[in-house]
């Protein structure tokens, strides 16, 4: 199924991009060290998120199905850039797991992590490790 979604120039380096199916409407703007004013989302940086909220999702699709209480997790991303070309390097992701997963749990989850679309995506020359952050394992716990 083929989802549409449309963009928009705004003027001085900024986008209105609408989500076809729910009209959902977003704006971008180029960043800071791109000749931008860096008050939104850049393109790259709606990447990184992508990233981020797929490997959530993923995980809570299966954290639903085994009845798994999974509204904490949490992400956290690093959008790295290189020059010549331009392009995204690196893309680190830490995700915050819930308390209380038994082992299996965790292998469940993180196995379901991995297979994200966005992820499975990116080009291999992006680096893009997933680490798995849980509480009973944090430094201030």
């Not at 989500?19 to 990184?48: E, I, M, Q, W, Y």
Request: charge should be neutral; include cysteine; charged fraction near 25%.
């Amino acid at each position: 199924m083929a989802v549409e979604i449309t963009g928009t120039y705004t003027g001085n380096l900024k986008m209105e991009l609408t989500h076809g199916p729910s009209g959902a409407r977003l704006k971008t703007a180029a960043p800071v060290d791109n000749k931008g004013d860096g008050s939104s989302f850049s393109p790259t940086d709606l990447v990184a998120s992508a990233l981020g909220a797929c490997i959530v999702t993923t995980m809570a699709i299966v954290a639903e199905r085994e009845g798994i209480d999974f509204t904490t997790a949490s992400f956290r991303v690093e959008k790295h850039m290189q020059s010549d070309p331009r392009r995204i390097a690196k893309l680190p992701v830490e995700v915050h797991m819930p308390a209380g997963l038994s082992a299996d749990q965790k292998k469940k989850l993180e196995n379901a992590g991995h297979t994200c679309p966005v992820h499975k995506s990116l080009l291999p020359a992006i680096e893009a490790e997933i680490r798995f952050v849980y509480p009973e394992s944090s430094p201030n716990r």
